[in-house]
């Protein structure tokens, strides 16, 4: 059974810092790629930033050069360094991860981004 457990979210006021952990049940070796989306209550959930297993990304257009994804296979977790925060960045980040083709997401973590 896959478990994706997020953590590291918080309040942060505008041009903060925060970093998204997301710990994989597992060696990260199945999941490819693995992902992490937001969503604002009401609205539709949205791809933030995405890596392959040969550490290919790729940034929603509304997060490029603020936001980084990375992946740490020793501890088996995939990072989101979110830098200078916009108060349009405050969602529920979802971790995503596609092992062998079944799809499986986090619980969410909330990101608030207010003064």
């Known amino acids: 059974q896959v478990q994706l457990v997020e953590s590291g979210g918080g309040l942060v006021q505008p041009g903060g810092t925060l970093r998204l952990s997301c710990a994989a049940s597992?060696?990260?070796?199945?999941?490819?790629?693995m992902a992490w989306h937001r969503q604002v209550r009401g609205k539709q959930r949205e791809l933030v930033a995405s890596?392959?297993?040969?550490?290919?990304?790729y940034y929603a257009e509304s997060v490029k050069g603020r936001f980084t994804i990375s992946m740490d296979n020793a501890q088996n977790t995939v990072y989101l360094q979110m830098n200078s925060l916009k108060p349009e960045d405050t969602a529920v980040y979802y971790c995503?991860?596609?092992?062998?083709?079944?799809?499986?997401w986090g619980q969410g973590t909330q990101v608030t981004v207010s003064s």
């Open positions: 890596i392959t297993r040969s550490n290919n990304t």
């Open positions: 597992g060696s990260l070796f199945g999941f490819n790629p």
């Open positions: 995503f991860a596609n092992f062998y083709g079944s799809l499986y």
